[in-house]
């Protein structure tokens, strides 16, 4: 029987349909007698040379076609799931494993960047990938990847949130696709390197946007920040773990620069990010011999990690070894606990997981 499938291998037969019937097409020998009526021309190319079968030039079309859809379109590997099981080694037993690219293809994050409490945990997640662990994705979740990241910058033009940490973001992706693309070579990367020409090209696009961005100012007929008393205004500052966000309140208003420079609210600060055994081993004194709680902060910022302090993060159940988010109203109303738990009291095997644990499941 012939093979009749669009393979480049084996082309399969052409036919024709006749008054008597189907009649094979032969473009080679004495059996041509049969289809004159054949017009060559559009089997030839542009320079008139080789002929070529028609179903092999529709075969070659649709290749291009389909090279390209893959190339521009979104993934089809987009999931709704809310959790994933996390095996980091094969056994006996199973003979699988989970990775880094097939967590991100079935997590929900494109759900999680429109919910304002997740956007910044995602937002950092995607910083780490960037910095160190964007090799090591496949295909599939180095597109997805991308999707969700176009998502994201969409999110903070139409928004105006968090411009700050996205410009991070960028500026991490660029320096690691800059250096993977000229200095390291081709072979590190997963697909044509004119694809990722095209991605840092479009990187420094989105960076232009984030850059030039400009937040309008919003009139507001009723009480803003300014009518609250001063010991609730300093309170609110207090609420805020990012000391950019103090300074960029400082300098909207100059009343309130006094409240963003108080040492009360940077020692409260310093205390909330970094532990007294690192205050001893970098104090930073005044001309007055007291304590600069602001320069202080930023010394320790240069020597330690901070704190990571995000509205909600993704749950890893020690129990079941399962990866999820974990909806605060479902688990409320339904006492849902957000993933096919086997303990008699799930919440109690329930870990939050920042975005560099996130990582460290993954790796071997």
């Given amino acids: 029987m012939p093979f009749l499938g669009k393979d480049w291998r084996s082309p399969g037969w052409s036919w024709t349909k006749t008054e008597h019937g189907w009649k094979r097409i032969f473009l080679y020998g004495h059996e041509l007698e049969d289809n004159r009526e054949i017009e060559l021309k559009g089997l030839c190319n542009d320079n008139n040379g080789n002929l070529f079968v028609g179903d092999v030039c529709e075969l070659a079309t649709t290749k291009r076609k389909k090279d390209l859809y893959n190339n521009n379109a979104k993934s089809q590997f987009i999931f709704v799931d809310k959790w994933i099981c996390v095996h980091n080694r094969s056994t006996k037993e199973r003979h699988v494993y989970s990775t880094l690219g097939e967590a991100l293809n079935r997590l929900d994050f494109s759900g999680a960047i429109q919910d304002l409490r997740r956007f910044n945990y995602v937002a950092k997640l995607f910083q780490l990938i960037a910095r160190s662990q964007l090799t090591s994705l496949s295909g599939a979740a180095q597109k997805n ?37 000229i200095h390291f070579g081709r072979c590190v990367l997963v697909g044509n390197v004119n694809i990722w020409l095209c991605r840092l090209e479009t990187i420094h696009k989105w960076k232009q946007q984030v850059n030039n961005l400009q937040i309008p100012e919003q009139m507001c007929d009723g009480m803003t920040f300014n009518d609250l008393p001063l010991h609730m205004q300093n309170k609110i500052l207090c609420e805020l773990s990012d000391a950019y966000d103090i300074i960029n309140v400082g300098q909207a208003m100059p009343a309130l620069h006094s409240l963003s420079e108080d040492r009360i609210l940077w020692r409260k600060l310093c205390h909330f990010h970094f532990s007294d055994k690192q205050f001893c081993r970098n104090l930073v004194l005044s001309n007055s011999e007291k304590v600069d709680w602001k320069l202080m902060f930023f010394t320790l910022k240069k020597h330690y990690p901070m704190k990571e302090q995000y509205g909600d993060t993704l749950h890893f159940c020690r129990n079941c070894n399962i990866l999820f988010w974990k909806d605060p109203l479902l688990a409320l109303l339904f006492k849902d606990c957000g993933h096919p738990c086997t303990a008699n009291h799930p919440d109690s095997c329930l870990i939050p997981i920042s975005p560099q644990h996130f990582i460290d499941l993954f790796k071997s």
């Fill in 145 to 181: 990847y991308f999707n969700i990241l176009e998502k994201i910058v969409r999110k903070v033009l139409d928004d105006h949130y968090n411009p700050r940490l996205v410009k991070d973001l960028l500026q991490d992706l660029s320096f690691t696709l800059h250096n993977l693309t």
